[in-house]
């Protein structure tokens, strides 16, 4: 046990998956494995991406929990509000609808949907300004990697946002690392990498806020269970943002049961 004082995050992102009777039988399955009472809601923040569309019959789904698993969306609009945006879901409509966290900057919306630092900026100001707490996701691609700018990229993408974050709305920032030639890859950063890469990003972190030394930084990419213990032992990994694994209801689970025990 590492006794962290930072209460860690495992957060499923479904992505553009499942079929609707599989992810029933997948919230059923993870619902009663929580009912184990393993993962104690002090020791793991708990949280499910689905689809948009999905998103209001998972929240059904999850209210009957054991313990809370908390509805997450994968994106917002960047405008606000209300108004005649065909297509678009805000901020405030996420707010109104009970759903309190939101992924913003993953690197699947930067690359095939052209999500500049700009858009992003203009979502991550609107996500806080209604009150959401946002998972921000960072990360280098193998190319750049191979460059050597790894870091430069990742820090880069966290002062881009800085421009637009309130000093006290830090406390509603959690961020994610996905290194990107890791994700649905089956490469995990070695722990060291990770850790090392979390340490960097900590650091920026508190260059910017008081608060960066108190953020939670989730590590994404081929997390599985077999890899989750030794990335929940780094001090600077503080949870996971799961893929893949997180449409398997025990994988998610495992994963889950990995960082709870950190505390
Ligand atoms: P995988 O776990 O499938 O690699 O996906 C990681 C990810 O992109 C989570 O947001």
Known sequence: MSGSAITPWVVGNWKM?????DAKALLQDFKKLLQNNEIKEQDCYLGIAPTMLALGSVQSELASS???????????????????????????????????????????????????????????????N???TIIYCVGESLEQRENGQAEQVVLQQICDIATVVQAEQWKNIVVAYEPIWAIGTGKTASPE???????????????????????????GGSVKPEN??????????????VG????????????AQAFANTK
């Open 66 to 128: 054991v313990r809370p698993v908390y509805p997450v969306a994968q994106d917002v609009s960047r405008i606000a509000g209300t108004g005649a945006y065909t297509g678009e879901v805000s901020a405030e409509l996420l707010k109104d609808q009970q759903i309190d966290f939101v992924l913003i900057g993953h690197s699947e919306r930067r690359e095939f949907f052209a999500e500049t630092a700009s858009i992003l900026n203009e979502k991550v100001k609107n996500a806080l």
């Open 193 to 219: 990498d990770a850790q090392a890469m979390h340490a960097k990003i900590r650091a920026g972190l508190t260059q910017i806020t008081p608060l960066g030394a108190s953020m939670a930084i989730l590590y």
């Open 130 to 132: 209604a009150g959401l």
């Open 17 to 21: 998956n499942p079929m609707q009777a």
């Open 228 to 241: 989750a213990v030794e990335l929940a032992a780094c001090p600077d990994i503080n949870g996971a943002l």
């Open 244 to 255: 893949g694994a997180s449409l398997n209801a025990e994988s998610f689970y495992k994963i």
